[in-house]
């Protein structure tokens, strides 16, 4: 087969030739043209190589005289059932299938988060399926010959696995339908269970404090790692920011991982949030006990008839900023339904997959399907029709909980959208003007998140486009990453504050996601503008400065719990 494929390249060539053609290539002359081009033009290659190139580094002996195939690495035929062998053996052949229809259109890559062009044009999705295909291939060489396997190879693919945050906004526009951020989720799994995975102490502690349950780890591990933590990174951006090493310059252009001493000034560069709120959600209002289940009502406002809901609050709404949490019960308890909590901490198990330890992501997911069963035969008789979230991530996950089998006949929504069908909004829409910022994973799904945002503070909102760099423990594992995700941010607010006149102490950002949250709120000091949650907004216009206490107050009155 070879041999007759080589005589036919002749033919044509010859012809080609023969119809005035000349040998060239879409992308320039190979090593099969070669033999067919004319000496002319190999002399002037050569001599213009020889001004260029005087030390023989680009492509050693291209195109040169003597080059041919006898030295190119091309598989024959025969081999392709030991590649496949290989590629199973090396778990790679999943991620080869999962990229191999890319048509290299390049479609991806303005919608995609680490793809920069002011600061970093290498990691789009098209340009990381090229890489990953690459890897693979090297893997069949070295398999093949012989060789072992390179560590370079899954160093190499780890950055690939780091260069995304899995916002999933490439696959809408790809023509053949590649999510790479399922493809980063494939890579990072196959690296840990290679045990190949590069180890972060900051993701390694983010990822500890989603995954205890215990109510006196989760509130030593929020005062150690997330307050002490925070209060010393923010100590140290200060210090930094006043000797000078952090000054506002383009992000540079970065292949592989930065040095550790640039990781750090890239950690510090924008400082972590300020004044936590002190105690998580459950703890404020005496709620972490696991073996019972809260229901929130109104008793002057409820029967056992009225509308029950059930409310996953998640990580971001109940550990870290637990005013989300308490905000959206407040507007629960005034809207008049029975608020059903799941007992004890509970994570929805996205972190996990997100990490590629989908074998942990799957145990969690399968606790709390079976403990929402539990849930919803203990309490049959509320006929709960409406699971709600406060966090995009969670939303996402929880779509594969199968929910309808739990709660017969109910549906997934977030809380802005619940407290839109009810009609509750801000009466007398302030004086503030606001920008939008939709997270990557937008809880929002029914209707338009701008619709939403706009009808519940009663007045127009402008959505604050492109990602906000904190994705998770992205901006800790990868804070060189983030810096270049930011710097294109904080462009796209600049932009933003002019539209709305200019004057920062008037405009407030909003978002739907504890991350988001975290991540906008580091760009305070440098554009003067405040960020909230939508809810936390409608919280504090509804009962004012001093609401927290109010639904403290208000909440702990009206709740009955229930033994599971």
């Known amino acids: 087969m070879l ?81 496949a062998l290989i590629l199973e053996a090396t778990d790679l052949g999943e991620l080869n299938n999962m990229v191999k229809h890319c048509l290299r259109c390049g479609k991806c890559k303005p919608h995609c988060t680490t793809h920069v062009p002011r600061a970093n044009l290498l990691y789009s999705p098209r340009n990381k399926i090229l890489a990953s295909g690459l890897i693979v291939e090297a893997v069949l060489y070295e398999e093949q010959t012989r060789r072992g396997i390179s560590a370079q190879h899954f160093k190499q693919l780890n950055d690939l ?65 997330i307050q002490m933590g925070y209060n010393s990174q923010r100590l140290a951006h200060q210090v930094s ?46 709620l972490d006990n696991p073996t019972k289940v809260p229901i929130i009502r109104d008793k002057n406002k409820t029967t056992e008839q009225s509308e029950a809901v059930f409310y996953f609050p998640g990580c971001g709404s109940e550990r870290l900023f637990s005013e989300i949490g308490l905000a959206t019960l407040a507007m629960l308890f005034e809207s008049g339904v029975q608020t059903v909590l799941p007992p004890g901490y509970l994570c929805c198990g996205y972190p996990q997959n997100a990490s590629g330890d989908l074998e942990k992501g799957k145990s969690i997911s399968t606790a ?35 929910f309808q089998q739990i709660f017969p006949d109910c549906r997934l929504l977030d809380i802005h959208e619940f407290l839109l069908e009810k009609g509750i909004k801000l009466e007398q829409p302030n004086a503030a003007e606001y920008l939008y910022h939709d997270p990557c994973h937008s809880p929002i799904k029914k209707y338009q998140p701008l619709q939403v945002a706009s009808e519940l503070v009663g007045k127009k909102v402008i959505l604050s486009d492109r990602c906000c760099g904190e994705a998770g ?27 709305l006149g200019g004057n920062t102490q008037q405009i407030k950002m909003l978002t739907s996601c504890p991350a988001c949250k975290q991540g906008l709120i580091r760009y305070e000091e440098d554009t003067g503008i405040s960020v909230d949650y939508i809810v936390v907004e409608l919280a504090k216009e509804k009962f004012g400065e001093t609401w927290q206490s109010t639904a403290v107050e208000n909440l702990s009155q009206n709740i009955e719990q229930i033994l599971l």
């Open 3 to 83: 041999r007759e494929a080589e005589h036919l390249v002749e033919r044509i060539m010859h012809l080609a030739v023969s119809l005035g053609g000349v040998i060239t290539g879409e992308h320039g002359i190979g090593l099969t043209k070669l033999n067919f081009l004319e000496q002319s033009k190999k002399e002037a290659f050569v001599e213009y190589k020889k001004k260029v190139d005087p030390a023989h580094i680009f492509n050693r002996g291209k195109l040169l005289e003597g080059a041919d195939l006898n030295r190119a690495y091309t598989p024959s035929l025969s081999l392709v059932q030991q590649e």
């Open 473 to 499: 423990t992205f901006a800790t594992a990868r804070p060189d990453i983030a810096t270049q995700v930011r710097f294109r941010k904080q462009h796209e607010i600049e932009k933003n504050i002019l539209e």
């Open 368 to 402: 709390n399907r079976v403990l929402f069963h539990r849930v919803a035969n203990t309490l049959n008789y509320l006929d709960i029709k409406t699971v709600l979230v406060s966090c995009g991530t969670c939303m996402d996950q929880l779509l594969k909980y199968e």
């Open 241 to 286: 920011k006043k000797i000078g090493l952090l000054k506002n310059t383009t992000p540079r252009n970065t292949t592989g991982k930065t040095p550790l001493h640039e990781q750090v000034v890239h950690f510090l560069r924008k400082p972590l949030p300020n004044q936590l709120p002190a105690q998580p959600l459950r703890r404020l209002l005496q």
């Open 161 to 225: 696995a780091d260069h995304c945050t899995i916002c999933h906004r490439c696959f809408k526009p790809c023509p053949v339908n590649i999510d790479f951020g399922d493809v980063t989720v494939k890579m990072r799994e196959i690296l840990k269970r290679m045990k190949k995975r590069h180890f972060n102490i900051g993701a390694w502690a983010g990822m500890q404090f989603l995954n205890v349950t215990n109510k006196t780890t989760v509130e030593w591990m929020r005062k150690g790692f």
